[in-house]
């Protein structure tokens, strides 16, 4: 089977990824869309590793998988803190800065 | 796996990242082994040699006329753009960071405070007067938006502020050098996190309006997130375009490369939206304006005048040494980009009430500007831009300390009306606040005029006279917001309510004067900088 196909289904993970940050309102949800871009990268990587015959596609997931990690942290802990203050994360609530 | 050898590490020309991110590390032991009485003294001692040392560091690095090197296998290029950056980036962050450190206009220091120095304030407050206790602290409670305000131990020293936030900002600025040095897309990838996550912190630790903060937190975080997956992916198609990551190596190949253009294109494209995103330009600024009010000012003052100079810095690397073969190519879809970024940021000013708004919206303005000076891949576009960075960046710094002195009851008064008549109750603040809004509309005799100037004659002289044409009209609409303020603070009578300008501290103090100073010494000799910009070019 060629390996373009998971060229198609990493840009599909991707898009579905891209509009749900879009659309969902809870904020932990939208952030597993993030991730979930983030994954779909990782899946581009490592084809292209394999279409191109190097391996730096693969390091390179490596290093995307520890700094999605390191997202993880921050942003929980931001979603925790605004979570005890407003009892709610939901994206739509937090509207006191606009316009 | 044989025959890979260590790849070979120039210390000399790493030594100022060395000495950041070293003393962050150092920063959070201490965090971690410190009494808490001594704790943000020593701090803040640790952050200010380290910056200085830093900056020590890349001026006789500068000096001393070594060569251009490419280190860490091709990780991080120190060439001329670099160091002038690295340079920039310290010096700006020795004023964020005296901003970040008063305690004279806040008692206690504008962040979140300990909790277990909450916790002794209020054992103590306790053994003192158990009676009042419960409705105080409950109205505090309320007041802060359900947060721990730092407000508890009334009549007695404020708590002092969380001191996390050195180590934060010295990883924050870690990253930034790093960042606009990167020779590598995927270094590039690794220090936009370290830069970001620290900032997504940092603006969540307001100790007043609560709310505000976090939600500013929130979204910048989610918006940031987001914009570096496209990043990413963006590195991910130029990957499997060039088969390395090398922006050297993704110039060579698209000279010529048997693979489809439109794998390169639309990594490009995707790549730039992550770093347009962090120079807050154009139609990707959504963020901008809420995490600037939101925001800590001190950190506002930080990430507005920092954050800028690495964004850019990056973006004219990239430019230049990968995507330079290719600029016929791109560069329409930026002017349209440019374009967009101008009109919005001074069209959307105008509306504004909110100072920290409106300096965002001036903020994505110049940002297009200085997008100008980029897409112009000449030497003369290159020392412009940073030129402009160095200018734009003193002056914000200044320009937000000074915002952070105007306080009403409930800390900050930002709104615009609260200004009104300053320049009678405070002379000195609003002629400094009348001289930084004069330098950001691009005066002669300040910093703004300098640079923008040679921005736009970079810009002339690269055939972009159209651009330089809606350029000059943006600037005189913006010019109408910044006058507005310089009006509404002379010519109108005080709010009998109006709020109090506060005497900053030695530390606001020196920062502002500082942000003052150079402003006004770069609009009236700017031959020294401009020289030392003239004739740097990239390596690669």
């Keep these: ?99 | 796996m044989t025959g890979q050898a260590f790849p070979s590490v120039d210390y000399g020309a790493l030594a100022p990242v060395l000495i950041v991110l070293g003393g962050a590390c150092v920063s959070v032991l201490l965090e971690a082994l410190l009494p808490l009485r001594v704790r943000g003294r020593t701090q803040l001692g640790l952050t200010l040699t380290v910056v200085a040392a830093a900056l020590v560091a890349v001026i006789v690095r500068a000096t001393s006329g070594a060569a251009p090197v490419s280190t860490l296998a091709g990780a991080l290029a120190v060439d001329g753009p670099a160091l002038f950056l690295w340079g920039t980036l310290l010096a700006l962050a020795v004023p964020s960071v005296l901003l970040l450190a008063d305690r004279s206009v806040e008692p206690g220091g504008a962040f979140l405070a300990d909790p277990v120095a909450l916790g002794e304030a209020e054992a103590a407050e306790q053994r003192v007067a158990v009676g009042a206790r419960a409705g105080g602290s409950s109205s505090a409670r309320s007041s802060g938006g359900g947060g721990r305000t730092g407000r508890s131990a009334r009549g007695q020293t404020p708590v002092e502020s969380q001191s996390e936030i050195y180590a934060l900002v010295l990883f924050a600025l870690g990253g930034m050098l790093v960042f606009c040095a990167s020779d590598d897309l995927l270094t590039m990838f690794v220090a936009l996190e370290v830069l970001s996550l620290p900032l997504y912190l940092l603006c969540g630790l307001a100790r007043r309006r609560r709310l505000m903060s976090q939600e500013s937190a929130v979204k910048y975080f989610l918006l940031g997130a987001f914009s570096s997956a496209f990043f990413l992916y963006g590195l991910a198609l130029l990957y499997g375009y060039a088969d390395s990551v090398k922006l050297s190596d993704i110039s060579l190949a698209a000279a010529g490369s048997l693979r489809p253009d439109s794998l390169l294109f639309a990594g490009l494209a995707l790549l730039v939206v992550g770093l347009l995103f962090k120079a807050s330009v154009g139609p990707f600024h959504t963020w901008t304006p809420d995490v600037y009010q939101g925001a800590p000012t001190s950190v506002t003052a930080f990430m507005a005048a920092c954050t800028k100079v690495a964004a850019f810095g990056a973006i004219l690397r990239v430019f230049t040494v990968a995507f330079g073969s290719t600029v016929w190519e791109w560069r329409g879809v930026l002017w349209v980009v440019a374009i967009a970024s101008m009109v919005i940021g001074a069209v959307l000013g105008l509306t504004q009430t909110d100072v920290k708004r409106m300096i965002a919206y001036s903020s994505v303005a110049h940002a297009g500007f200085l997008l100008l000076g980029a897409m112009a891949i000449t030497p003369q576009g290159l020392s412009a831009t940073l030129f402009y960075l160095l200018a734009y960046g003193f002056t914000t710094v200044a320009l937000f300390g000074l915002v952070s002195l105007v306080r009403g009851p409930d800390g900050e008064a930002t709104h615009l009306s609260a200004w009104a008549g300053l320049g009678k109750r405070a002379p000195v603040v609003a002629a400094a606040v009348t001289f930084l809004m004069l330098a950001l509309a691009g005066i002669p005799l300040t910093s703004g005029f300098t640079a923008k100037f040679a921005v736009f004659a970079a810009a002339l002289a690269d055939g972009m006279a159209p651009l330089v044409i809606v350029a000059l009209v943006v600037s005189a609409v913006a010019a109408f917001f910044y006058l507005r303020l310089i009006v509404l603070m002379y010519f109108s009578e005080p709010a009998a309510d109006g709020p109090t300008v506060s005497v900053p501290g030695p530390f606001t103090t020196v920062a502002i004067t500082l942000g003052v100073v150079v402003t006004l010494l770069l609009g009236v000799v700017p031959t020294a900088v401009l020289g030392w910009a003239d004739g740097l070019s990239f390596l690669g």
Excluded at chain 1, 48 to 75: D, H, K, P, T, Y
């Design chain 1, 1 to 99: 089977m060629s390996p373009t196909i998971y060229l198609l289904l990493s840009a599909l993970l991707f898009a579905i990824g891209a509009v749900g940050v879009l659309v969902r309102r809870n904020a932990i949800v939208v952030f597993m869309c993030i991730e979930l871009m983030l994954n779909a990268v990782n899946l581009t990587l490592v084809t292209f590793s394999r279409i191109n015959g190097s391996l730096g596609g693969q390091i390179m997931a490596f290093f995307v998988m520890v700094v999605a990690a390191a997202e993880v942290v921050v942003g929980l802990s931001i979603i925790m803190a605004i979570f005890r203050t407003r009892r709610t994360t939901s994206v739509d609530d937090a509207n006191l800065l606009k316009y």
